[in-house]
Structures are given as C-alpha cells and as structure tokens.
C-alpha cells in the first residue's frame, strides 16, 4: 500500500478521491470538484537508500539531518530481522487500539538525540513534556497495549533497546524509563489531522453553490463517511502523532476558549483563541472533540478520567455539578425503556437508515 502521508511532516501523499477510494474500498469511487485537492504528486522524492517518501526535497533533507540517518534501513528495509522492522511488526501486533502513541515516535525521539550535535539541548526539551506518577504511568500503558501490557512492555523495551541504544539517554531503556517514555508520549501525544479527504471536505464547504446543489454535495459527502465507517470504521482525520511543547501545556476545559488545528496541512500547529482572553487569563483546549462535549458531565468526566487522569472542575462541569451521576448513554436506554415498545423499535430502524 502506497503511503498516505509525508514521512516527515504528514502533508498528504494520496490525492482526495485516492484518499476516499481507499477508505470506502470502492476503486471507482469518484469525487466532485477535483481541483480543491492540492496535492502536489510531482513534488513527491522518497529516500534514495529505504524509498520512505516525503512531500518534497525539504522534508526529505530536513528528516535527513534531524534523524533518519539513525532509523534508515537501507536496503533492508524489507527484510523483518532488521531490528527497527522487529520493532514495528512487533509493535503492530501487541498494541491496543485506539492508537494514541506510537513506538515510531518514540523511535524519532532517540534517533534525533543520537544525530544531534547538542544532545543536551534536546534532552532538556524532551523533559519539559509533563511526567506521570508511577501508579498513572502504569494506568496509562495498560491503557495503550491492553492487559497482558508487562509482558508487552518487556518484549518493545527489549526490542527498542536492541534497535537503538544510545548512552546518553541510557535512563530510558530501563524498564522503568521505559515506561515513563511510554506514558509521556501516550500522555502528550497530539494528533496530526491532515489527510486530503478532510482538506477536500473542508474546501467543499467553502465553496458558494446554489442551494439545490449545495443540497446534493453535502448528501453526497454523507453518504461518503457512511461508506467510509462502513468499509474501515469512523473516519478519523489522523496521520500520525506529534510532541508540542506548548499545546501540551495548555490544559482542558468543556468550555475552551482556544482550539488547536492544522491549517498549513503538516505537522504545523496553530493555537486559535475562539474568544478574547485577557492578560493573566488561561489558555484551555478541549481534550475531547465537539460531539463529546455535548454529553453529560458524568460522560465528559468518565471520558477524561479513562484518557488522561484526572477530573474535570472548569466552569461547565462546575456548574452541572449537580446533575445525576449518569453517562449519556445511561440517560439514552432510560429514555427508551420509558417509551412504548414500538417507538423503540421505530427508533431502531430510523438509526439503521
């Protein structure tokens, strides 16, 4: 399979209605307005040793001097005992979904220390990312690979260890360095939405169409994520995973008054304040997307409580404190249970249309 994104900076590789051919597993499947997708395929170069691809000549000398000279297999960039290849089919087959860090990240970290010429300077940057108690770091890999994590654990640490090895930062090949780089990145890590679909999507919506027609395109591009869920799951406008200094210091609220996005389509992040927020004032982003911080607060709590440790008091959920104790879907199934048999029933095939 043909990469999605750049290697380096996640700008998309696939054109939109490749990107959408993909996903719905419909070859023929065609999209409207083929000119909002800017996908510049004749800018594309791929390492000339290992063939990983980048969007263009900056992103592949950029990688190259940062750090894939340590993670370049060379010619073995197929064979599966090369250690960096036992790393990531081990990591496919033990991780557990939804994937909210990756070994390969954890990876780049290493190789840009081993490459770089002031070791110190990256390693003081890595640690201004927040660390986790020893229990919450525990809680957090068992999260990520699921309940066999220990023995999980070992088996990526001794892998990781094998593959890249680096004395300086001899403190995280331990099996409770280990650890902590795990649950720092499963912590911190931050999604990278830049696939063409989405920026195609987007453009659509942009476009001034008469209403008929505006009509027919949005039904078009439902129906489009209804084949998509249906084929391979939730679309989910997700590349990758990166480390942000700042936006990792930013913390949540249900009422934020900034959001984090990708408008340049790479790995870029822009901080957007929503509101205007006065000197001294924090900046807060939401941790959970907007369908989500529409649900109760019992919902919202449950969520942020089993993602990131800890418990929600900004202004919404301190003024829903008293609120019942319930999920949202708690509050649904009492819903239905009160209702006559066959509206329940009736709402179960609407749901399935």
């Given at each position: 399979m043909s990469p999605s994104a750049c290697d380096h900076c996640l700008r998309a590789l696939e054109k939109a209605e490749e990107n959408a051919?993909?996903?719905?597993?419909?070859?023929?499947?065609?999209?409207?307005?083929?000119?909002?997708?800017?996908?510049?395929?004749?800018?594309?170069?791929?390492?000339?040793?290992?063939?990983?691809?980048?969007?263009?000549t900056e992103c592949r000398v950029a990688a190259a001097e940062q750090y894939h000279q340590v993670l370049c297999p060379g010619p073995s960039q197929d064979?599966?005992?090369?250690?960096?290849?036992?790393?990531?089919?081990?990591?496919?087959?033990?991780?557990?979904?939804?994937?909210?860090?990756?070994?390969?990240?954890m990876?780049?970290?290493?190789?840009t220390v081993k490459q770089a010429k002031d070791k110190d300077r990256w390693i003081r940057?890595?640690?201004?990312?927040c660390n986790k108690t020893a229990n919450e770091e525990e809680e957090i890999v068992h999260k990520l690979l699921g309940d066999k994590f220990k023995g999980q654990l070992e088996l990526l640490r001794r892998l990781f260890t094998e593959a890249l090895y680096e004395e300086a930062l001899s403190q995280w090949f331990t099996p409770d360095g280990f650890r902590s780089l795990f649950a720092l990145v499963g912590t911190?890590?931050?999604?990278?939405?830049?696939s063409s679909l989405s920026q195609w999507?987007?453009?659509?919506?942009?476009?001034?169409?008469k209403p008929q027609d505006r009509e027919q395109l949005d039904a078009f591009i439902d129906q489009l994520y209804k084949d998509i869920e249906?084929?391979?799951?939730?679309?989910?406008?997700?590349?990758?995973s990166g480390l942000f200094v700042l936006q990792s210091c930013c913390n949540h609220s249900c009422v934020p008054n900034a959001e984090t996005s990708f408008p340049e389509n790479n790995f870029l992040l822009h901080?957007?304040?929503?509101e205007d927020i006065k000197p001294g004032e924090e900046i807060c982003i939401s941790y959970l997307d907007c369908c989500q911080r529409e649900r109760s607060r019992h919902s919202r709590h449950k969520i942020l409580r089993e993602n990131y440790l800890f418990v929600c008091s900004c202004p919404k959920c301190l003024a829903e404190a008293d609120e019942p104790n319930v999920t949202s879907e708690e509050e649904e199934d009492e819903e239905e249970e009160e209702g006559e048999p066959e509206d329940a029933e009736l709402g179960d095939e609407m749901t399935d249309v």
């Amino acid at each position: 399979m043909s990469p999605s994104a750049c290697d380096h900076c996640l700008r998309a590789l696939e054109k939109a209605e490749e990107n959408a051919q993909r996903l719905t597993g419909k070859p023929g499947q065609v999209l409207p307005h083929p000119e909002l997708c800017t996908v510049r395929k004749d800018l594309h170069q791929s390492c000339p040793h290992c063939q990983v691809m980048y969007c263009s000549t900056e992103c592949r000398v950029a990688a190259a001097e940062q750090y894939h000279q340590v993670l370049c297999p060379g010619p073995s960039q197929d064979d599966p005992l090369h250690p960096l290849n036992k790393l990531q089919e081990a990591w496919r087959s033990v991780h557990y979904p939804p994937e909210t860090a990756s070994i390969m990240l954890m990876a780049r970290m290493v190789a840009t220390v081993k490459q770089a010429k002031d070791k110190d300077r990256w390693i003081r940057l890595f640690s201004q990312f927040c660390n986790k108690t020893a229990n919450e770091e525990e809680e957090i890999v068992h999260k990520l690979l699921g309940d066999k994590f220990k023995g999980q654990l070992e088996l990526l640490r001794r892998l990781f260890t094998e593959a890249l090895y680096e004395e300086a930062l001899s403190q995280w090949f331990t099996p409770d360095g280990f650890r902590s780089l795990f649950a720092l990145v499963g912590t911190n890590g931050q999604g990278i939405g830049t696939s063409s679909l989405s920026q195609w999507v987007h453009a659509c919506d942009a476009l001034e169409l008469k209403p008929q027609d505006r009509e027919q395109l949005d039904a078009f591009i439902d129906q489009l994520y209804k084949d998509i869920e249906a084929a391979t799951g939730e679309f989910l406008n997700c590349e990758g995973s990166g480390l942000f200094v700042l936006q990792s210091c930013c913390n949540h609220s249900c009422v934020p008054n900034a959001e984090t996005s990708f408008p340049e389509n790479n790995f870029l992040l822009h901080v957007t304040a929503l509101e205007d927020i006065k000197p001294g004032e924090e900046i807060c982003i939401s941790y959970l997307d907007c369908c989500q911080r529409e649900r109760s607060r019992h919902s919202r709590h449950k969520i942020l409580r089993e993602n990131y440790l800890f418990v929600c008091s900004c202004p919404k959920c301190l003024a829903e404190a008293d609120e019942p104790n319930v999920t949202s879907e708690e509050e649904e199934d009492e819903e239905e249970e009160e209702g006559e048999p066959e509206d329940a029933e009736l709402g179960d095939e609407m749901t399935d249309v």
